[in-house]
């Protein structure tokens, strides 16, 4: 079973899932599910992937709340997406859907209660704010999983506040940046694709180094 042929970055998704499918959580050791693998993907925590859970306190969110923000950004990104689809068909086939884990309302065959688009801030142009950055990234044609671990890690290097500029040629990052900033508490100061300008985001969020 192939899902979205010819969209490789999604095939590697999909791969990422049922490759971590049913290991123990980093940060609990539970058993993870496909869902938990997609978002530990997206948010840069695929050395150590970790459950919904675990990734919501890493946050400093609630796990619920959390949970529905996350997969309302994943409908709108299109190799997250594929990853979801895929773990909601294979987590129905199997022995029970654990409603309690995961509500089966955040399938994405579901229609969504929220849908509001994903949308970089837009600025009048300034070319000084990236010069200006704290430190620069240029990630080539990074993308998905690959780039968010990246970002993840520079960005825990820096202070609180202090901005990283990015460079991402990836097309996929327009969408995926914007939202992995929402979820992750980091913040998308300027988009002006492939330069993006990210400030860090507080400590108090309770991450763990
Ligand atoms: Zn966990």
Redesign the pocket.
């Known amino acids: 079973m192939s899902t979205n042929p010819g969209n490789p970055r999604a095939e590697d998704v999909v791969a990422f899932v049922d490759a971590h499918w049913g290991g123990p959580?980093a940060?609990?050791?539970?058993e993870l599910v496909g869902h938990d693998g997609v978002l530990s993907l997206f948010l840069g925590f695929s050395d150590a992937p970790?459950?919904v859970?675990?990734l919501a306190q890493l946050h400093g969110r609630e796990r619920a709340a959390f949970l529905r923000h996350a997969a309302s950004s994943i409908r709108r990104l299109a190799c997250f997406r594929a990853g979801w689809e895929h773990a909601d068909r294979r987590l129905a086939s199997a022995s029970g859907w654990p409603e309690e884990r995961l509500p089966a309302a955040l399938r994405m065959d579901v229609a969504p209660s929220d849908q509001g688009p994903e949308r970089a801030p837009s600025h009048p142009a300034g070319p000084s704010d990236f010069a200006g950055a704290e430190a620069a990234f240029d990630a080539g044609d990074r993308a998905c999983g690959e780039l968010a671990l990246e970002l993840k890690r520079r960005l825990g290097l820096l202070s609180e506040g202090e901005r990283l500029h990015l460079i991402a040629t990836d097309l996929g990052a327009r969408e995926d940046l914007p939202a992995w900033c929402r979820l992750t508490g980091h913040r998308l100061v300027r988009a002006e694709p492939p330069h993006y300008l990210i400030a860090r985001r507080s400590h108090s969020h309770g991450e763990s180094p």
């Open positions: 959580c940060g609990c050791s539970i970790r459950c859970a675990c």
